[in-house]
């Protein structure tokens, strides 16, 4: 029979000179190898992401023989192939002794060398069937293994074996076998891992006990007659590592950036070596940023984050971190692209709209004081930071110490459904209309992304200018991106960017030393949604825009983290980070913006600001600003209508205090961008005659006495009653606290 064999080989080779033709070359081979997964690339050309797009076979990158472990390859030729360094394609020793034996029903060892099995693998024509080769098929078998040795060199053969060669299950390669069953590179596999390799080359499927045997056999070709192997030792090790699967579907740094790059550049863009726009060492830093801040923030409940940075310029992504990884309970939620409230950080683009429209300068005066807006649940009570209110700010103060009440007064003016117009506008696609959410949309009560949000504050840093985030980079040839969308005027645009910048406007929320102050030119904003369930920090600088969320995927509410103790720690540093090298300076002002001396004159100091030079967009300007004396006395003005004000006036008419705020029936919404504790509610009565003792009672219990009184408040229905001297009930109303509240030492209500 070998002899039969080897003359029809012998045959094949004068009479098929085309045969030589249909076998491929080792670089044809090697090129056209496909790995079940991909490699999502950085801008510098590193590995960010490895993902599984092949869910039928685990077949890993093509892997240099050089870059195979030197243990691996003894033991496969001492396994499969003893004389593969000396025969010629077919080991016809090996051939003759194994026909011999078949005539004699022994078993053998087979003699099918590697170069052999490598033309079964190159062509299916030439692999084994269920019930074996056929003649033809060994015969063209043999005829292609000598034609490979006389094309590609014994390396190559041995190189293209290794990364072709089935070994278990779906695992196909070298590289997938020592990842999935090892947990370690091609290159780092010990003897025994070794021998239990080239084992399963043998028999993939075989049973543990099976393959343990036959890796013992190896193990012991390579240990030699000298040393004895621990066969019992080795039969535990093979059965744990059959079972084992340490190879991750996905690894690397990028896991949510780069499946939505994958969407966009495809599976041929990756394996193209197409570079993606993250930057890995941007990337790395924002990862470690991240996680080191959750850390300190433990046992405040706060399990997630995520944030990404864009290039002003082209709006390229260069940095996107989708949750906290190990700290979260729902790692694989993307937090750049997961709905979340945004809280204060739309009052930006509310305040750009109104000096776009000129409805208002960035030294115009709003007042913050209690305001009353009724909405179809009841009364709408906004709350700002402090326990008092700040009485006239200017509208630079407004937003710059993000005061609630201002924002609020500004919606009025605007009006909610040409303020989600514009949001729309912004790349804001918000869920419902103006009308659904209200005024409470100045203060953020609609659903946003990250990556939308951050988008829209580099339009603002653009002078107005909107183009999508880019996640992948201009390929040659591609169509080029839409132009850019003037959504606001660029000068609006500048004066608003010009006032988050200022850190001398912000200094009444959020002290001299904030974490928002850069020691570079930068417009920050913070915010924080109902109940501290989100909590943001975006801005900008002169090349960079960084948006920072944390919370909880869950929705769970965090425990007293505002905006400058959750994401602002993590925005300054990677905006630190983005400088440490480059400036960043103040953009130059548009064409048509005027400057000019602007002071303030008000009823009393606490409404005055210090004079300074203000911008204005022409035909605004102007150099004093001040409220009439008697609007001011009275706080009731045609401009500020859907607002209950109070005088403090006695009314003869009925000879009875009462309460005059708040109304019955007030649902006071605390803010959740402001911790509980720093929050009043202003109880006040009116009509009160000369000399009358008051005390306020709360549910049955006197907190207060005197005609005004700055409470606490706590979630819940509460019955208020003032009451005199006697403690006859003068006046009574039911309000409800909804939000974050206090927790009281021994279960009591703080006043």
């Not at 700010?393 to 609630?404: E, G």
Request: charge should be positive.
């Amino acid at each position: 029979m070998a002899v039969q064999l080897r003359c029809a080989a012998l045959l094949g080779l004068a009479a098929f000179p085309l045969g030589a033709q249909a076998l491929p070359s080792f670089a044809q081979v090697q090129a056209q190898h496909q790995p079940s997964d991909v490699q999502v690339l950085s801008r510098e050309g590193e590995v960010l992401q490895r993902l599984r797009t092949d869910a039928r076979v685990r077949r890993g990158q093509w892997q240099a023989l050089g870059d195979i472990s030197p243990a691996l390859r003894q033991a496969l030729v001492l396994s499969e192939d003893r004389r593969f360094y000396q025969h010629s394609g077919v080991d016809w020793a090996a051939v003759s002794a194994a026909a011999w034996a078949n005539l004699w029903n022994q078993r053998t060892r087979g003699a099918s060398t590697i170069t052999m099995q490598l033309a079964g693998l190159l062509d299916e024509d030439w692999r084994a069937a269920s019930g074996g080769r056929s003649t033809s098929q060994k015969i063209g078998q043999v005829l292609a293994a000598q034609l490979l040795e006389r094309r590609w060199r014994k390396d190559q053969i041995l190189e293209a074996y290794l990364n072709l060669v089935p070994f278990r299950g779906e695992l196909v390669g070298i590289e997938a076998l020592a990842q999935t069953l090892f947990g370690k590179a091609a290159h780092g596999l010990d003897q025994r891992e070794a021998a239990v390799a080239a084992a399963l080359v043998r028999a993939p499927n075989a049973a543990p006990m099976q393959v343990a045997r036959r890796a013992c056999g190896v193990l012991q070709d390579m240990a030699g007659s000298r040393q004895r192997v621990d066969c019992e030792a080795l039969d535990l090790f093979v059965a744990a590592t059959l079972q084992r699967r340490a190879w991750p579907a996905s690894s690397g740094i990028a896991p949510h950036y780069a499946r939505q790059w994958l969407r966009q550049a495809g599976e041929a863009g990756a394996r193209a070596g197409e570079r993606s726009t993250l930057s890995a060492p941007l990337q790395r830093l924002a990862l470690a940023s991240l996680e080191q801040h959750l850390r300190e923030l433990a046992g405040r409940n706060v399990q997630d984050g995520a944030l990404v940075v864009l290039d002003n310029a082209s709006g390229e992504v260069l940095a996107w971190v989708g949750s906290s990884g190990r700290l979260s309970a729902a790692a694989e939620v993307d937090g750049v692209l997961a709905l979340r409230q945004p809280g204060s950080t739309l009052k930006p683009f509310l305040y750009a709209q109104a000096l776009a429209e000129r409805r208002l300068t960035a030294a115009s005066l709003l007042e913050d004081s209690s305001a009353h807006i009724p909405t179809a649940n009841g009364l709408y009570i906004p709350q700002n930071y402090d326990r008092q209110f700040k009485g006239l700010v200017s509208v630079r103060t407004a937003l710059a110490a993000s005061l609630n009440v201002p924002a609020v007064r500004t919606l009025v003016m605007v009006t909610p459904d040409a303020f989600f117009q514009q949001l729309q506008a912004w790349g804001l696609p918000l869920a419902e209309s103006g009308g659904y959410y209200g005024y409470s949309l100045a203060l953020g009560s609609s659903e946003v992304r990250l990556l939308h949000l951050t988008n829209a504050y580099r339009a603002l840093a653009n002078g107005g200018h909107h183009t999508p985030a880019r996640l992948r980079r201009a390929q040659p040839g591609e169509r080029q991106q839409s132009p850019p969308v003037q959504v606001l005027d660029a000068r609006a645009a500048f004066i608003v960017g010009d006032i988050l910048s200022d850190a001398q406007a912000r200094i009444r929320t959020f002290g001299p030393d904030s974490l928002l102050n850069t020691r570079f030119w930068s417009a920050v904003k913070t915010g924080t949604s109902k109940d501290m369930r989100d909590n943001w920090a975006i801005g900008w600088s002169a090349r960079y825009t960084v948006g920072v969320w944390v919370g909880n995927a869950s929705g769970a509410p965090m425990h007293d983290v505002s905006g400058t103790s959750g994401a602002a720690p993590i925005w300054a540093e990677l905006m630190r980070w983005l400088h440490r090298q480059q400036p960043s300076r103040a953009p130059q002002p548009p064409a048509g913006l005027l400057r000019q001396s602007v002071r303030f004159v008000g009823a009393g100091p606490d409404w005055i600001e210090s004079a300074r030079q203000e911008w204005f967009l022409p035909g605004t300007e102007q150099a004093i600003f001040a409220i009439d004396n008697i609007a001011v006395s009275h706080r009731q003005t045609p401009g500020n209508a859907g607002f209950n004000q109070n005088s403090w006036t006695h009314n003869p008419a009925t000879g009875l205090a009462r309460i005059a705020t708040p109304a019955a029936g007030t649902i006071i919404a605390l803010d959740p961008d402001i911790p509980p504790a720093h929050q009043r509610l202003r109880f006040a009565a009116s009509d009160v005659p000369p000399g009358q003792a008051l005390a306020w009672r709360m549910d049955g219990r006197v907190l207060a006495r005197g005609p005004q009184w700055l409470w606490l408040p706590w979630p819940g229905r509460h019955t208020v009653e003032l009451v005199d001297g006697r403690g006859q009930v003068l006046d009574q109303v039911l309000i409800e606290v909804r939000g974050a509240g206090l927790r009281a030492a021994r279960g009591t209500v703080q006043p």
